[in-house]
């Protein structure tokens, strides 16, 4: 099986900055986009960043500017450097990968487990 550790959450007063890490491991032949999505009460999830296998980025326009998200492909691990972190950013960070477990194997969506952040006024 494959699982997605998340790890760097936590609380930080308005302006700081957070970094996300998540580390993919178990039964993985390749990895394609990885990205960052967010959900806070009441709210639907919603798409962060995504960096896609061809290195391109996208991100919402929310955090355009103040996001980055990068890749380590030796360690499967996508990081999400987070600045000048705002209230309206609370909210649970849940990593996501496509990965295929097996050659030409079906490209499936992964899931972590989400981590908080929390940003104080």
């Known amino acids: 099986q494959v699982q997605l550790v998340e790890s760097g959450g936590g609380l930080v007063q308005a302006g700081g900055s957070l970094r996300l890490s998540c580390a993919a491991s178990?039964?993985?032949?390749?990895?394609?986009?990885m990205g960052w999505y967010r959900q806070s009460p009441g709210k639907q999830r919603e798409l962060v960043a995504v960096?896609?296998?061809?290195?391109?980025?996208n991100y919402a326009d929310a955090v355009k500017g103040r996001f980055t998200i990068s890749r380590d492909n030796a360690k499967n691990t996508v990081y999400l450097q987070m600045n000048s972190l705002e209230p309206e950013d609370t909210a649970v960070y849940y990593c996501?990968?496509?990965?295929?477990?097996?050659?030409?194997?079906?490209?499936?969506?992964?899931w972590g487990q989400g981590t908080q952040v929390t940003v104080s006024s």
């Open positions: 996501n990968a496509h990965i295929s477990t097996y050659l030409h194997g079906a490209v499936k969506p992964y």
């Open positions: 178990g039964t993985i032949f390749s990895i394609n986009a």
């Open positions: 960096l896609s296998s061809g290195g391109i980025t």
